[in-house]
């Protein structure tokens, strides 16, 4: 509802808005509600809905709409504009309420009529439940079971539909309930807005009311401005009339003016005809003595010309004798310098370098000279400049005083004109300065005629303007004066040219100057404008056709097309148009872009002659021009033809021609038509007057080629010429071809004149006539032109004699028709003959006609050529080459028939010719016959043959009712051929079935002939199929695959050749049903794999096959490439050395003095023998010497790759097929197959450039990381670059996650040309070989990286075990030990050795609790007593570094104490690549101060050293003498076993040693002894030896061994303590306790 409201609201104020132009003015309010009507009683026809609930939606939306409306009628206190749009709004609602209300109904209505459907359909279902009870209870009676079974599933249908239909009766029932409630409140709403509907209906009419009188308004306003409208057309009409009667009265006047003006332009025109009349006569004797003039001039200039060709023919030879001179002195040098030894090439360069030296330094003198004359006459020049300039301003200013005159003015412009056309002279042609000796004249008379009539103070002036008449306005333009009389020096020449050269560069340099002073470029928003900055219209001023004594006027306006503000100013316009031009031009200051402003020329002509020049404006971007051009009236006159034709006439007969003579010029002229003399009648041709003879018809080409050239020489001749041609003798005169009665007269201005030419024959033959048109103006050449025509005394010729039927072919029929034309004036019999010979060829009907006066008759020309056929049986043959005879040429196959037409009483015939080239229409195929042989059904055979056109004419062909196992190309069998021509086609034969084929293939040709060829073949079907006999590879790149998958089938399930096709050869036996075995025979180069290529497939059975391509660069190409490569590298390093040789050489020629030159061509000499024995050295590489493993063969392998163009191959492998299963062990050498029975597979291999390409490593696609130990990761880097001109996105193949391999680091995106790296990880985990293919995709081709590595786990032998025991040292000595690792693993070992003692880690050890804290068991500490000094105790060298294959190291362990202590220790490692521990070596020392050690039993003291300072030497020293208890004790622990043989004491044992030392080595040996032994031995222990030496460096064992004595208790153990004292270089003693007990065998050690 909401929704609607909206609606609703959004409407009404679209209606407000659509309304509010319209309050202004009644009539268009009155308008708007119209409007607003229509489109509420469209909104109205609103498409109903049925649904109850859309329904509902529209009845609330209307109802709160409804209410709104009413409250806004309720509070009238709007404005007359509101009103009415709340009405309207009110009318809508109501409309749509009741809308509601009508579907509402419709629903209920609907809802209803659904009910009493169902309620019928559950009496129905009743009625038939009472029937199955009625039907059931009979079936139990009867004891029918099947039946009742039936009646009890029909009876519990019935009894579900009857309860769905009840509850869908029921859903019925609400809903008809909902929507009646819906349409009652509906109606209640209605029933409310009842007195609202009756309101609206008054204001309905109360608005009709209105608009009528509105209406009845408008119509009275509408015929008061109907008669406004009258009034007003009344009085136009009266304006017009008065209008044209003044415009008719000005008329008239301007027609009498107009009369005057022509009377009086009349007597004018007569007067300056006659003047002009006068100069032309004047004219004509200058032209005549000027042309005398010129003759003389040719003269002297031809004999100047064979003078100047001796004095060159002369210079040629001295030149020549000079050269051979030269020559001879060249090679004397060249000798000379030979027989010194020197270098010829050089010497001479140099001798000719000095002698172009002196050359260019005698030039530079004579440029010098003629310089500084060129100056000093520069200057002359420009002073005697400025004295001319001072003398013309004062002529001027006479001459403006005194006026022009007409003559001074004609000269005036001439004079500009000649300064024109000498200025136009290129600077470097000095014959084109020369003038010649009638122009000097003629100037000569043209100043002594001006000198009388300027009006200048004295005699002297005159002459001075005489002589700057004929020099330019700026000086320096001309170089020289004009004297033919003299003969002028070269020098002269020259220096006058480069005068005016120079003269002219200043004068533009100035020019330049004056324009870059004055311009100024515009450079608006960036953009420099180009072109003109001002534009004229119109572009130029023309003045045509103008009268001499009359003004012209014409406007031109100037546009500024620029793109700022400009402006422009008059400069001025052409010198010579200076006395004629006025320009009337006001500067309009500044002018925007677009602005336009008027200029006014008048002219006002003087002279009857033609006049050129510009106007000149300046702009601020530069100057411009607008081109001006005055032609005055001539006379251009001109013939519509120059040939008068009549064509063939009868004798007696009278034809007239006309011909137009025009004039498109503005002046009139006499003209006079006369016949030329001599022309007349020279052609007449006596030659048979047969229209059909072809002489004449040459004859008359040829007349009208002579008379065009004579026409078209007679247009250049002269005047003089022309009048002698006007004088024909009376003899020559013709009288067939005659003029007219117009033969002289006037032709006015933009006029023509038509000239009657009559042609009457009388005697037959041609006739040719010229005539020649003269005219009374001398401007006008005369005008030629010429008559021809025929006369013949036969009435009946054929306008074709010569009927050319052109190719035709033999047996088919040809027609013509044949026109034949009558000149005479009754009618004519006719008869047609054809030659007896060609008569059963040619016919012509009808064979006899009549022609009726001057009109044509028509005759059907049949030809039919028969070739050679058999008339009857033993008869000869006929043919048309045969009856022809002479009329047919064989070798051309030209056939000429001539046909005789007879008229009746007249004894001449016409004849006329039939041309045809006839040809046969043959076509040969060869051979006659093809045998496909044996093809499979899978497969198909093809074979050519050749099919020749044997006709000059192209023929159509095409094979027709081709069997469905044949097909032929190209072009399905169907084509043209030419003439002649031999086309080879492709017949394709494809077996169905297995059988034997023969058959014959119809060719038809295009005029429906048929020819055969015979066709055999036999059909084969094997025992297997392939699923595929063609297979297209992609796109392969080189080194990459591309594979496909086809299957071997073996469908032979059955013998029965009844129900399917079975294998067999031909009509041969049926192959047996069973295992069928293939083979695939790949040949040896091919790039292609099929795998399996061997199998058996068993019957209904098929076997998968994979082909797979990949494409390679061949071994010899490669090789060819590395050797070529290997050349040119040889052939550069060769050149290279040679050039550091040459240098070498040249510098020490450079210290070698000159006069030594046999030294230094020895030293060439020899250089040049040792580089030729170098070269011959280094020979071409053999192609099979490179190896594939060498850097060679890698680069030429990389270089092709890149220059790779792409290829395609295809190739067929075989696939032999037998009956029979495999043996293995045999192989397939013990089954026999039949070619017959061979499968083809077709393969198409296109390889192509890959798009990237590994540069690295030389272009190697395999990335081998080698032997790597196990656990550990190398990374190798793998370049790839983009050789495509496209950029690629490229993708990678997923590498095996739980493999060794790793992409670290992909490429995404690869520009062209660029090189990007990719990373490749290798972490072995066993020791084994890995292998894996990474594919780099793009979008068309593949690169795969093949990736190799091995793990390898790493072992090593060690010389020590665990333990490596150093002994005793004396403190502050050194002792060493050497023990061996050996590297057994195949692999390169990186080994370091660390000491736990340098572990970064020991001094977070240290920080713990001591040990000695401790239990025993749980001491960890490893590294024992460390030196004072800080230094390490134990030192290994080396401690890092690589151990080979298979090789061994050795380690050495220096022990360096700098104290006392038995606990020394330490732990050695062994570590392989920073990772694995190897070995671990427990290294062990004590240091004593003094050389005698005692060790064994168990030490009683703590491991660990006090953190006490221990005190001096000396003290400890005193110490011990002080004190005489032992200072250490050992403990000797001795065990009996209980229950063993009771004699076998317990026994143990000590070591005394003495040190061998450099220190003590005079010393005596260590002397030992023990106290105490009394108790010991109580005690049942014995003691080996009591007392004793030991040497320097000797150990002495003393063994210790208990027996239980008997009275022994063995509860406690036995302590009994003994002294062992020590001598040597001291005197030590110590404490031993020694320890017994007895333990049972059976308990465990303790």
Not at 66 to 92: F, P, Q
Not at 640 to 660: H, Q, W, Y
Not at 948 to 968: A, M, R
Not at 1029 to 1057: C, G, K
């Amino acid at each position: 509802m909401n929704t609607e409201d909206s609606k609703f609201s959004d409407k009404n104020e679209e209606d407000q808005k659509t309304l509010l132009p319209f309050l202004e003015e009644e009539e268009k309010e009155d308008q708007a509600e119209y409007q607003l009507e229509e489109e509420l009683a469209d909104s109205g026809k609103m498409g109903n809905k049925v649904t109850s609930e859309g329904a509902g939606d529209k009845s609330e939306s209307s109802i709160e709409s409804l209410e709104h409306c009413w409250s806004d009628i309720n509070n009238i206190g709007a404005t007359k504009y509101a009103d009415r749009i709340s009405v309207l709004a009110l009318c809508r609602n109501l409309k749509q309420l009741n809308n509601v209300a009508k579907e509402k109904e419709l629903v209920v209505q609907k809802i209803r009529d659904e009910l009493t459907t169902c309620q019928l359909r559950i009496k129905m279902l009743e009625k038939q439940l009472e029937y199955v009870d009625d039907e059931i209870q009979k079936e139990k009676e009867a004891d029918n079971a099947a039946a009742l079974f039936r009646l009890q599933a029909v009876h519990r249908r019935l009894c579900t539909e009857l309860e769905d239909e009840k509850d869908f009766e029921l859903k019925i029932a609400l809903t008809l309930k909902e929507n009646m409630l819906e349409m009652w409140r509906v109606e209640t709403e209605q029933g409310k807005y009842e007195v609202l509907h009756k309101q609206l209906q008054k204001d309905e009419e109360e608005l009709e009311t209105q608009y009528q009188e509105k209406a009845e308004a408008r119509i009275r306003k509408e015929k008061i401005a109907a008669l406004q409208a009258e009034e007003n057309q009344l009085s136009r009409k009266k304006k017009e009339e008065e209008a044209e009667k003044e415009y008719e009265e000005r008329h008239k006047k301007m027609l009498e003016g107009a009369k005057k003006n022509h009377e009086k332009a009349v007597c004018f025109l007569r007067k300056s005809m006659a003047r002009i009349h006068e100069e032309n006569a004047k004219e004509e004797v200058k032209t005549q003595e000027h042309m005398e003039k010129r003759i003389q001039a040719v003269l002297s200039l031809k004999n100047s010309i064979t003078s100047n060709r001796e004095k060159l023919q002369a210079l040629q030879a001295w030149n020549k004798a000079m050269a051979f001179k030269a020559k001879k002195e060249e090679l004397k040098m060249r000798e000379a310098i030979l027989a010194e030894g020197g270098n010829v090439a050089k010497e001479i360069f140099l001798h000719k370098r000095l002698l172009q030296h002196e050359r260019e330094k005698q030039a530079f003198r004579e440029r010098q000279k003629s310089r500084k004359i060129e100056i000093v006459s520069r200057i002359l020049q420009e002073k005697a400049s400025i004295r001319k300039q001072k003398n013309r301003q004062s002529c001027t200013k006479a001459s403006k005083n005194g006026g022009k005159l007409k003559d001074s003015l004609l000269w005036r412009r001439k004079t500009w004109h000649y300064i024109e056309k000498t200025c136009k002279h290129p600077a470097g042609a000095i014959s084109q300065l020369r003038c010649s000796p009638a122009e000097e004249e003629a100037d000569g008379e043209t100043t002594a005629f001006v000198g009388d009539d300027v009006l200048c103070g004295s005699a002297e002036d005159e002459k001075e303007k005489d002589k700057t008449l004929v020099e330019p306005e700026f000086p320096g333009l001309w170089s020289q004066e004009c004297d033919l009389q003299k003969v002028p020096n070269e020098d002269t020449d020259t220096k006058q040219l480069a005068l005016s050269v120079m003269k002219k560069e200043i004068f533009e340099k100035k020019m330049e100057e004056f324009q870059t002073t004055v311009s100024h470029k515009q450079i608006v928003s960036g953009h420099e404008p180009r072109g003109r900055t001002f534009y004229s219209k119109p572009s130029y001023i023309h003045f045509k056709d103008f009268d001499v004594g009359k003004i012209y006027k014409k406007k031109i306006v100037l546009t500024n097309a620029s793109y700022s503000v400009n402006f422009c100013r008059l400069v001025g316009i052409s010198e010579w148009l200076k006395d004629f031009i006025t320009i009337q031009f006001e500067p309009p200051g500044k002018m925007s872009p677009g602005i336009s402003c008027e200029v006014g020329v008048t002219f006002k002509p003087a002279i009857d002659e033609n006049l050129e020049g510009e106007v000149m404006f300046m702009a601020q971007t530069g100057s411009f021009s607008v081109p001006l051009k005055c032609t005055a009236k001539t006379c251009i006159l001109a013939l519509d033809k120059v040939l008068i034709d009549f064509g063939t006439r009868v004798v007696g007969e009278t034809i007239s021609r006309t011909i137009n003579l025009t004039n498109t010029g503005a002046l009139g002229t006499r003209f006079k038509v006369q016949a030329s003399a001599g022309d007349s009648s020279t052609c007449r041709a006596t030659a048979k007057s047969s229209p059909g003879n072809t002489a004449l018809k040459a004859q008359f080409k040829l007349s009208e080629q002579l008379t065009q050239g004579a026409l078209s020489f007679r247009s250049d001749l002269d005047t003089d010429n022309a009048r002698n041609l006007m004088e024909p003798s009376p003899e020559e005169t013709s009288q067939e071809i005659m003029l007219g009665k117009v033969t002289e007269g006037e032709i006015g201005p933009f006029s023509s004149v038509k000239l009657q030419i009559i042609f009457i024959p009388a005697i037959p033959g041609a006739v040719r006539a010229e005539f020649v048109i003269m005219f009374d103006n001398s401007d006008c050449k005369p005008l030629c032109f010429s008559a021809i025509g025929v006369s013949v005394d036969v009435p009946v010729w054929v306008p074709n004699p010569n009927i050319d039927l052109k190719i035709c072919m033999y047996d088919r029929l040809y027609q013509d028709r044949v026109v034949i034309q009558s000149r005479a004036k009754a009618t004519l019999r006719l008869k047609f003959e054809v030659c007896k010979e060609l008569s059963k060829h040619m016919e012509l009907l009808p064979k006899t006609g009549y022609i009726q006066a001057q009109s044509s008759f028509t005759v059907q020309l049949k030809f039919l050529p028969r070739a050679r056929q058999k008339i009857e049986l033993h008869r000869s043959l006929h043919s048309l080459p045969q009856d022809a005879g002479s009329y047919f040429n064989e070798e051309t196959s030209v056939l000429e028939v001539p046909v005789t037409i007879l008229i009746a009483d007249k004894t001449k015939q016409v004849n006329f010719t039939v041309h045809a080239i006839v040809t046969t229409s043959e076509l040969e195929i060869s051979p006659a016959e093809i045998d496909f042989g044996y093809c499979t059904i899978y497969e198909a055979v093809q074979t050519n043959v050749t099919l020749t056109n044997k006709s000059i004419l192209p023929q159509e062909f095409g094979f027709v009712e081709l069997p469905e196992f044949v097909e032929i190309q190209p072009n399905d069998g169907f084509g043209v051929l030419l003439p002649l021509e031999s086309l080879t086609l492709d017949i394709i034969f494809k077996a169905n079935k297995a059988k034997e084929y023969s058959f014959e293939l119809t060719c038809k040709s295009e005029s429906n002939r048929r020819f055969k060829l015979s066709c055999r073949a036999v059909g084969v079907h094997p025992p297997l199929e392939l699923s595929h006999s063609l297979v297209q590879f992609a796109a392969t790149a080189l080194n990459d695959v591309s594979t496909a998958t086809l299957y071997v089938m073996n469908s032979h399930v059955s013998v029965n050749h009844f129900t399917h096709a079975v294998p067999r050869i031909g009509n041969g036996e049926v192959a047996p049903v069973g295992p069928a075995s293939f083979e695939f025979c790949v040949p040896e180069d091919c790039p292609v794999t099929v795998t399996p290529s061997v199998g058996t497939v068993l019957p209904g059975k098929k076997s998968l096959i994979q082909v797979s391509f990949r494409p390679t660069l061949s071994d010899q190409l490669i090789r060819e490439e590395a050797a070529r490569r290997l050349c040119r590298a040889a052939a550069t390093g060769a050149e290279i050395q040679k050039k550091k040789k040459d240098e070498k050489r040249e510098g020490k020629k450079l210290n070698i003095p000159i006069t030594r030159r046999q030294s230094s061509r020895q030293f060439v000499r020899d250089g040049s023998s040792k580089y030729l024995s170098s070269s011959s050295s280094s020979e071409q590489p053999e192609s099979k010497e490179i190896k594939p493993d060498s850097e060679a063969y890698m680069a030429a392998q990389a270089s092709l790759m890149r220059n790779f163009r792409g290829r395609f191959e295809k190739y067929i492998i075989p696939c032999f097929v037998a009956s029979g299963d495999i043996d293995e062990k045999r192989g397939s050498e013990n089954l026999t197959c039949s070619p017959y029975n061979t499968l083809y597979l077709e393969l198409h291999c296109p390889a192509v450039a890959p798009s990237v390409v590994v540069t690295s490593d030389n272009g190697k696609n395999i990335v081998n990381f080698g032997d790597v130990a196990v656990g550990h990761t190398i990374i190798q880097r793998v370049t790839i670059q983009n050789i495509s001109p496209e950029k690629l996105e490229l993708g990678f193949s997923v590498l095996n996650p739980s493999g060794p391999f790793l992409l670290v680091r992909p490429v995404r995106i690869l520009e062209p040309g660029d090189n990007k790296a990719l990373i490749i990880s290798f972490s072995p985990n066993e020791n084994k070989w890995f292998f894996e293919a990474l594919d780099i995709r793009t979008a068309q081709k593949n690169l795969t990286l093949s990736i190799t590595g091995r793990g390898v786990m790493p072992s090593v032998v060690c010389s020590v075990e665990e333990v490596l025991d150093m002994g005793y040292v004396l403190a502050r000595e050194k002792t060493t030990s050497t023990f061996e690792i050996q590297n057994t693993s195949t692999l390169t070992l990186q080994y370091s050795i660390q000491l736990d003692s340098l572990s970064p880690t020991r001094n977070k050890d240290q920080q713990r609790l001591p040990s000695f804290l401790t239990s025993s068991l749980q001491r960890t500490e490893i590294v024992g007593t460390q030196n004072y000094t800080g230094l390490s105790v134990f030192s290994i060298f080396p401690t890092q570094g690589e151990i080979l294959a298979g090789k061994s190291q050795d380690f050495v362990v220096t022990f360096s104490p700098d104290h006392e202590s038995l606990y020394y220790s330490d732990r050695l490692k062994v570590v392989l690549f920073g990772k694995k521990t190897a070995h671990v070596i427990q290294l062990k020392g004590a240091a004593r101060e003094h050389p005698m050690f005692v060790e064994g039993g168990i030490p009683l003291d703590v491991p660990i050293e006090s953190l006490a300072v221990t005190l001096p030497v000396s003290s400890q020293e005193a110490l011990k003498e002080e004190l005489q208890e032992p200072v250490k004790s050992i403990l000797l622990v001795l065990e009996h076993i209980e229950g063993e043989n009771s004699l076998v004491p317990a026994k143990t044992e000590l070591r005394v040693g003495a040190m061998q030392t450099a220190q003590f080595a005079s010393k005596k040996n260590v002397e030992f002894s023990f106290g105490n032994l009394s108790l010991l031995q109580k005690k049942g222990f014995t003691v080996e030896f009591v007392k004793g030496t030991v040497d320097r460096g000797q150990v002495k064992c003393i063994g210790v061994s208990w027996v239980p004595p008997a009275d022994l208790d063995t509860t406690d153990p036995v302590i009994e303590t003994a002294l062992l004292t020590l001598k040597g270089d001291v005197q030590e003693s110590y404490r031993i306790i020694c320890m017994a007990k007895v333990v049972s065998a059976c308990a465990p050690g303790n």
